[in-house]
């Protein structure tokens, strides 16, 4: 049995017959480490970083009451953006993709909402930039795919081939190549209006829900989200449900080399024996299979025809329509009228509903969010006020807390294909409902918050939490580290499949979800010495860059990665001070802008050499400020300057302002702007700041726990100074 770090024992134990969970050990604040006698207050001399000048009694004063000011204002203005229910929801915003698809399907299914359309070419036009193109990140360069779907929907939408604004999104759609250069999923989309061939679309066969667990790669070896774009796709694939728009609109100025089969076809590896190569003979005979398919002569494609459909049906019920994600939720639509759904069918009524529900509409503009982030939006917000100071029995808080402990999955969704584990069902997801797929990520960062407020019920809040924390440990994978959704679904060879060209067939396990995890087990006083504890450190150890950042999977980018790395490895106690960890520190105040605050852009997951360059965020400085804020060192200048510029660039509301994207969604294609994140996290920043100044001016006990206070060590210089290698 391992031992907790006062030597009692931890919630959760190693045996020889597995893992035994037993009752957490309370803790009273989130960030309740204790004080670490080789992290506290030790500067390190380096090229990285600057000295403290002196500072005034006045200076400091002020410092301080700037600080209180920031957190009350930011506190105020969170609470007011409650909603009346209990929980907190910001926008997602993304690129003009969603709604330049939404123009597409409305020609493809003949009912065109004039007013509607009028609304979108506003919203597509408002987007555009300079050269001609559209990007999917802000302050991103033109991109091949969002620039010929801004310009097909413009041009359904009658917008002149001759207006300077189409000309200009012509030139730059044919500097990339044009239409071949397009992706799978785009190509599809086109196909669908009769503007691709299909013979050069990959086939994606519905046979694959017919391959067993049994064989080395199957369905469910794919990511979750790729199985809910992935099934109505094969439905699609099969019927090829082409109609031409009515307008006559084509896209044959955007075929540079016209439809010749050496551009369209997808390019071959120029080694003979790869496995791409095998993947795209593999299609040829997919393809093939398909002629005899089309006419009913096909041993397999009924029957899988049938599970496909059932399937997508099924995964229907408790969701805010298919996987609650508007990829999947427009394939299905798409799906069902392929099926010969009529348009008053119940689930094309429903389907048709959920997407609507996705529109922000106004008198000028239409935007469509990707999805709704209520359930992450909130536990984050609850961690945040929480922390910042307002008591554990504030009415607000009580009711955010309830309102989670009410959205948790308690049914065996997809999750049980990759994690066969005999454990309690539980879970949260990402949006309202969901049921199939709740994940990692918003099941750690929910227990985080649940841990902070007892509730009206403690007795219900701890089973509640002990049933998410022992579903969520099931989850990890081989190597050490956590996913998002799925165990282990890390077979590169999907990656190869011709289709997979929208870089999200798997779920690999990530630096910053490992982290968060490891982050609440030391909260929770589970023992260095765990095995899954010690297996996450290897990972985490193993994840890291030459230059000390960890890459950030779900936020942007190395600031996110290291900030997470950095908070997690502190909430575990570990000494702060070993060479691994000033690394990081170090990097994060190399990356320090002039103005004080800290930004990375997306082009980081294009070319590490962008690192830290981009225009200075409150989210991203937020991140950087807690990650130094993890080495107890409230006198760092960098540090300092951070908080100045948090404090600084807040509004009188509460609020900040952000105009950058700093959420991941499938790097190198989607990305996403919560628009939560720019005013919750520099509230966590600032309070997790204004603890760390008061521990390290409060005075010591001379025990804790009946043993002497590992802070008292830290005034013999010895161990002050160890670790400095």
């Given at each position: 049995?391992q ?7 931890p919630?959760l ?13 309370p803790?009273?604040?989130?960030y ?5 006698p080789q ?15 002196p500072?005034?009694?006045?200076v400091?004063l002020e ?11 930011s ?12 929980f907190?929801?910001?926008e997602?915003?993304v ?11 409305q020609?493809w299914?003949r009912s065109?909402?004039k ?18 193109g559209?990007n ?8 091949v ?15 002149p081939?001759?207006d300077p ?5 012509r ?20 196909a ?15 046979e694959?829900?017919?391959?067993g ?14 199985r809910g ?11 090829k ?16 080399e ?11 590896d120029p ?9 795209l003979?593999l299609?040829?005979?997919h393809?093939?299979a398909?002629?005899f398919?089309r006419?009913g ?9 049938k ?8 995964r ?12 999947a ?9 392929a ?8 689930q094309?009524?429903r389907?048709?509903?959920?997407l ?10 239409v ?22 100071g ?8 009580v ?5 989670l402990?009410?959205m948790e999955?308690?049914?065996?969704g997809d ?9 309690e ?5 990402f ?6 797929n ?13 841990r ?7 007795k ?5 939490f002990?049933?998410?924390?022992k ?6 994978c ?14 590169n ?5 011709p289709f ?9 396990e ?13 909260y ?35 600031i996110?990665?290291t900030?997470?790395?950095?908070r ?5 106690n ?22 004080g ?16 360059r ?7 400085t ?15 200048p960098?540090?300092?300057?951070g ?10 509301d509460?609020?900040w302002?952000e105009?950058?994207?700093?959420g991941?969604g499938?790097?190198?294609v989607?990305?996403?702007k ?15 700041y204004?603890?760390i100044?008061e521990?390290?001016?409060?005075p010591w ?13 830290d005034r ?8 400095h290698?």
């Amino acid at each position: 049995m391992q031992c907790g770090k006062d030597g009692s024992t931890p919630f959760l134990t190693s045996t020889k017959m597995g893992t035994r969970w037993n009752a957490p050990l309370p803790q009273e604040i989130l960030y309740s480490f204790a004080i670490n006698p080789q992290s506290l207050r030790v500067l390190i001399d380096s090229a990285t970083r600057m000295q403290p000048e002196p500072v005034t009694a006045g200076v400091q004063l002020e410092f301080f009451r700037d600080l209180e000011t920031a957190i009350g204002r930011s506190q105020q203005y969170l609470l007011r953006e409650q909603k009346p229910e209990g929980f907190w929801v910001g926008e997602l915003m993304v690129d003009s993709t969603l709604v330049s698809d939404t123009v597409a399907f409305q020609h493809w299914n003949r009912s065109v909402d004039k007013a509607w359309q009028r609304k979108a070419v506003n919203h597509i036009f408002s987007m555009q930039l300079p050269d001609g193109g559209w990007n999917i990140y802000h302050g991103g360069p033109s991109e091949v795919n969002a620039t010929i779907k801004a310009y097909l929907a413009l041009k359904l939408a009658g917008v002149p081939v001759t207006d300077p604004r189409m000309l200009k999104a012509r030139e730059v759609a044919l500097h990339f190549g044009g239409v071949p250069r397009m992706n799978t999923f785009s190509k599809l989309y086109l196909a669908l209006l009769g503007l691709f061939p299909w013979q050069y679309v990959p086939t994606i066969p519905c046979e694959v829900l017919l391959i067993g667990k049994w064989f080395h790669v199957n369905f469910w070896d794919m990511s979750n989200w790729s199985r809910g774009m992935i099934v109505p796709l094969s439905i699609i694939n099969h019927f090829k449900p082409t109609r031409p728009p009515e307008n006559k609109v084509n896209l044959d100025e955007l075929y540079p080399e016209g439809m010749h089969e050496r551009d369209l076809a997808p390019a071959r590896d120029p080694q003979r024996f790869t496995l791409r190569n095998f993947f795209l003979w593999l299609d040829s005979l997919h393809k093939f299979a398909e002629r005899f398919a089309r006419r009913g002569v096909h041993p397999f494609r009924p029957r899988a025809l049938k599970r496909a459909e059932e399937w997508m049906l099924e995964r229907f019920e408790g969701s805010d329509g298919l996987a609650a994600i508007f990829p999947a939720m427009l394939n299905a639509l798409i799906a069902l009228k392929a099926l010969g759904y009529p348009d008053d069918h119940p689930q094309v009524v429903r389907a048709t509903h959920e997407l609507k529900k996705l529109e922000h509409e106004t008198r000028d503009s239409v935007r469509i969010e990707p999805c709704f982030s209520p359930v992450w939006d909130t536990a984050i917000v609850l961690m945040c006020l929480a922390e910042s100071g307002l008591p554990d029995h504030h009415p607000k808080l009580v009711q955010a807390a309830e309102w989670l402990m009410g959205m948790e999955i308690r049914f065996r969704g997809d999750w049980k294909y990759k994690n066969p584990a005999k454990v309690e069902p539980s879970g949260w997801v990402f949006e309202y409902n969901n049921k199939w797929n709740p994940d990692v990520d918003d099941t750690a960062m929910v227990l985080l918050a649940l841990r902070k407020i007892p509730t009206s019920n403690p007795k219900k809040r701890d089973e509640c939490f002990q049933r998410g924390l022992k579903w969520m440990m099931t989850f990890q994978c081989k190597d050490g580290g956590w996913a998002a959704f799925d165990k282990d679904c890390t077979k590169n060879i999907l990656e190869k499949v011709p289709f997979a060209d929208h870089n999200a067939m798997l779920d690999p396990e990530c630096a910053d979800i490992t982290a968060r995890i490891l982050e609440l087990l030391g909260y929770e006083n589970v023992s260095t010495e765990h095995p899954q504890v010690q297996d996450a450190l290897q990972y985490i150890r193993k994840q890291q860059e030459h230059d000390g950042s960890w890459y950030g999977r779900w936020g942007v980018n190395y600031i996110y990665g290291t900030w997470q790395v950095l908070r997690g490895i502190r909430a575990l106690n570990l000494n702060m001070n070993q060479p691994w960890l000033l690394r990081a520190r170090a990097w994060l105040e190399s990356v320090q802008h002039e103005d004080g605050g800290w930004g990375e852009r997306c082009n980081t997951y294009d070319d590490p050499v962008f690192k830290g360059r981009g225009p200075s965020t409150a989210s991203q400085t937020a991140w950087a400020v807690m990650g130094l804020c993890a080495f107890d060192d409230p006198e760092n200048p960098a540090l300092k300057r951070g908080i100045e510029y948090l404090t600084r660039t807040q509004n009188g509301d509460g609020s900040w302002t952000e105009h950058e994207t700093t959420g991941t969604g499938f790097p190198k294609v989607f990305y996403l702007k919560y628009d939560m994140y720019r005013n919750a996290w520099p509230l966590l920043a600032l309070a997790t700041y204004k603890k760390i100044s008061e521990r390290a001016v409060a005075p010591w006990p001379a025990e804790i726990n009946g043993k002497p206070h590992p802070g008292m060590e830290d005034r013999n210089p010895a161990v002050k100074n160890a670790g400095h290698d």
